[in-house]
């Protein structure tokens, strides 16, 4: 009999390479300098998951942004504006997301695992193919290379809408989709995978929720630690994730639960 589990949609970053979701923040930090602008960490993680596109609209819509950037440039910001910062910001994050391209620890292990059950392994990503251009043959000479990826841009709209989930596992012949998987680091991801009808697990520690890179997470002090963890558990729960769990090196007997739960119906 085959397994109940037919493919697993993985996201990418803070999901299976660069712990903490870093190469964004840095990206969009360094192009808001640019333009003597302040951008937070905390704001420009706010929307992580997005296609980098819809990102920028969201941190120019925000009220803070708003103001600010009214100030520094005498206006509200504008659709053109948006267009004028991807442009700096699509070479920003491809140099970035490649220096972030390591694989997070239990990826290669998860991965055969999977292919020993036969289950398919589909990605999608809030970043363009351009910025993935590094990324994909790093990570598949750290020995992971999904059967599909979907990058932002590739459907006619982006995260939450559950198009991008739906194109791969289209291309894996996946289905129905509540025999499917979708893991993901963030809560519009968890959404996406939600609308799409799949079964969604959402990753606490490794991803945007807390953005830390794994030597900064674990140098904290366990209770410091388990707070922040708490925190972003707390709200893929409130995007409606199925399981969560901490990164992906537990996921394993996560897709043999949901197996069970789909053979008893």
Same mark, same amino acid.
């Given at each position: 009999m085959s397994f109940p589990v037919k493919a697993i949609v993985f996201d990418w970053a803070g999901t299976m390479i660069d712990h903490g979701c870093m190469a964004p923040v840095e990206a969009l930090v360094d192009v808001f300098a640019s333009e003597g602008l302040t951008l937070s960490e905390a704001e420009a993680r706010r929307d992580m998951g997005k296609a980098k596109l819809d990102h920028l609209r969201a941190i120019l819509a925000a009220p803070e942004m708003a103001q600010q950037w009214t100030a520094h440039k005498g206006m509200?910001?504008?659709?053109?504006?948006?267009?004028?910062?991807?442009? +700096?910001?699509?070479?920003?994050?491809?140099?970035?997301?490649? +220096?972030?391209?390591?694989?997070?620890?239990?990826?290669?292990?998860?991965?055969?695992?999977?292919?020993?059950?036969?289950? +398919?392994?589909?990605?999608?990503?809030?970043?363009?193919?351009?910025?993935?251009?590094?990324?994909?043959?790093?990570?598949?000479?750290?020995?992971?290379?999904?059967?599909?990826?979907?990058?932002?841009?590739e459907t006619p709209t982006g995260r939450p809408a559950p198009l991008m989930t739906w194109k791969a596992l289209i291309a894996l012949d996946a289905w129905p989709a509540r025999a499917c998987i979708k893991v993901d680091d963030a809560a519009v991801g968890?959404?996406?995978?939600?609308?799409?009808?799949?079964?969604?697990?959402?990753?606490?520690?490794?991803?945007?929720?807390?953005?830390?890179?794994?030597?900064?997470?674990?140098?904290?002090?366990?209770e410091v630690r388990q707070a922040?963890?708490?925190?972003?558990?707390?709200?893929?729960?409130?995007?409606?994730?199925?399981?969560?769990?901490?990164?992906?090196s537990q996921l394993l007997p996560v897709v043999h639960e949901i197996a069970r739960r789909i053979t008893a119906g």
């Open positions: 509200l910001p504008s659709e053109d504006d948006v267009a004028h910062l991807y442009a +700096k910001l699509e070479p920003a994050m491809t140099a970035a997301a490649a +220096k972030s391209a390591r694989l997070i620890p239990g990826v290669v292990e998860l991965v055969a695992g999977l292919r020993e059950l036969g289950v +398919k392994i589909g990605s999608g990503t809030g970043y363009t193919r351009e910025m993935m251009a590094d990324i994909l043959p790093a990570a598949a000479e750290q020995g992971y290379a999904p059967d599909v990826v979907v990058c932002a841009g968890i959404e996406e995978g939600r609308l799409a009808g799949c079964w969604t697990v959402g990753l606490s520690a490794s991803g945007n929720g807390v953005g830390l890179d794994r030597d900064s997470l674990n140098a904290l002090a366990p922040k963890i708490a925190a972003a558990e707390a709200e893929l729960r409130e995007a409606g994730a199925d399981f969560v769990i901490e990164d992906v």
